[in-house]
């Protein structure tokens, strides 16, 4: 198929439940997997006559990610009432932000943040039994426990340009939120959800086509399929001469296919109007101020210190400062590691073998048997050759199987590089055996070397570092 290439734009709108006591504008206790409908009252059921209050801690963990998201604070920002029917929404209504957000204008990594809003959350839904049937056994339950939980809503600009990145950006997202201690972030129990706008236009224009949404992908790894399908998809429909048609669609991880929901609603559907029933937020600049200045080290700024502070290599560095698990695994290894270990040897082993072992496992890193201490001393048996490279690999798949210690474990494999005696008399036995390469290496052909290197790793079944058997050759060929 020929024509110009199609290049993707994605935008993403994130919907970030509140880590407050209490629910947005009552007083009801908010806890996860509570029995249902134990946690509701008047207010938050909407009956008539009650009163909505703003929750201020709500407002004050707003303040905190506007600012940590570099946004300008409104000085004045009002709700207002989104309204439309739905069983989850008993008062008939959402009360939300509407033509004046909370916080405007900000940045997170490469990414231009739009908007962000306070809203409060729809109750929770779940259908049972056989459904589509009017005398059927299937059932739509409510559990009002949800309704009225303080959320924040953060709006990206179209900044991003491929599946990858919008994974990337959404944890780096993800853990900035988790270390204002905002939100548990937490994408399986919902209370992070993200939605995808994507869309593609013919490279070198400017014009952005039409746009689908993807609606709640629970998870990192269903954001980068889902968005990377849908791109497939209006790759294809234009490349047949069709146009992509403004629609909301769901993803399923599953089949891996997409569905529309239903057509896109435009925001004068809403008949949005300003909340009667609560005040201004008006934030001083002095509460702006204070919120900005007891903003704990965010991601980027630890990047920035992994990499300069640390000298870590700067991949090395965003891997493990933009995911706060494996930050704090790397931080406590550090912490652990012995006296003369450098942080940049760790860093390497983190994010390259645990990494790669994890995921075989199917496993973050964090969350495999693999402590931070144990990992520390591996690399610490590394540094001073008490096991080669591939010796510590062996150990490390152990670790992130069982865990242990990693002393026993090189013993237990016998792993243990031998002892220089042992390898001084190896490696003379080495160059006698290898007479020929011995006199090339001696006239100055580094490569023939291999050969007796090879003869010491098959006697040393490959527990010699291969730089001290390089260096010991060298040295015994008197070069
Ligand atoms: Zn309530």
Redesign the pocket.
């Known amino acids: 198929m020929s024509g110009p290439e199609l290049v993707p734009t994605i935008g993403l709108e994130i919907h970030v439940q509140l880590l407050t006591r209490t629910?947005m504008f009552?007083?009801?206790e908010l806890e996860f997997g509570a029995e249902p409908n134990t946690h509701?009252?008047p207010?938050?059921l909407g009956h008539p006559g009650t009163l909505p209050v703003v929750n201020e801690q709500a407002i004050e963990y707003a303040t905190r990610i506007a600012v940590a998201l570099g946004c300008e604070v409104a000085p004045r920002s009002i709700f207002h009432r989104k309204n439309y029917f739905y069983p989850d929404l008993p008062k008939g209504y959402q009360i939300s932000q509407f033509d004046i957000p909370y916080g405007s204008d900000g940045r997170l990594g490469d990414v231009r943040i739009h908007r962000v809003h306070l809203e409060e959350d729809a109750a929770k839904l779940s259908h049972v039994g056989e459904s589509g049937r009017i005398h059927g056994s299937g059932a739509s339950l409510v559990d009002f426990n949800r309704g009225?939980t303080p959320l924040v809503e953060i709006v990206t600009e179209p900044d991003i340009t491929d599946p990858a990145a919008a994974r990337e950006w959404l944890g780096l997202l993800r853990t900035t939120l988790r270390q204002l201690g905002v939100s548990d972030v937490n994408m399986e129990e919902g209370s992070l959800r993200c939605d995808a706008n994507v869309s593609v236009r013919p490279a070198g224009t400017e014009e952005l086509g039409t746009k689908t949404e993807l609606k709640n992908m629970n998870s990192f790894r269903y954001l980068e399929r889902g968005v990377d399908a849908e791109i497939a998809r209006q790759r294809a429909v234009i490349e047949a001469g069709g146009a992509v048609e403004q629609e909301t669609l769901h993803f399923d991880p599953a089949s891996g296919t997409l569905t529309p929901l239903r057509s896109k609603e435009y925001s004068h559907d809403y008949r949005y109007f300003p909340e009667p029933d609560l005040v201004t937020l008006a934030p001083s600049q002095a509460d702006v101020e204070a919120a900005r200045d007891s903003l704990p080290e965010l991601p980027e700024q630890r990047r920035e210190r992994y990499a300069e502070e640390l000298g870590l290599h700067p991949d090395a560095a965003r891997l493990l400062a933009f995911d706060a698990d494996l930050a704090e695994f790397f931080e406590s290894a550090t912490a652990a590691a012995a006296d003369g270990v450098e942080a940049k040897a760790i860093a390497n082993w983190i994010t390259g073998d645990l990494v790669a072992l994890a995921r075989e496992s199917e496993l973050e890193p964090a969350a495999t048997s693999a402590d931070p201490a144990s990992v520390a001393q591996l690399v610490g048996l590394v540094a001073s050759k008490q096991v080669n490279r591939g010796g510590a690999r062996e150990v490390l798949a152990v670790l992130v199987r069982e865990g242990g210690d990693p002393v026993e474990i090189v013993e237990r494999l016998d792993l243990g590089a031998s002892d220089s005696g042992e390898l001084d008399a190896i490696v003379e036995k080495a160059i006698a055996e290898q007479p020929d390469a011995a006199a090339k290496v001696k006239a100055g052909e580094g490569k023939a070397i291999g050969a007796i290197v090879g003869v010491v790793m098959r006697e040393t079944r490959g527990k010699a570092d291969g730089g001290e058997v390089t260096r010991l050759i060298r040295s015994k060929l008197g070069l």
């Open positions: 629910k009552c007083g009801c509701t009252c207010i938050c009225g």
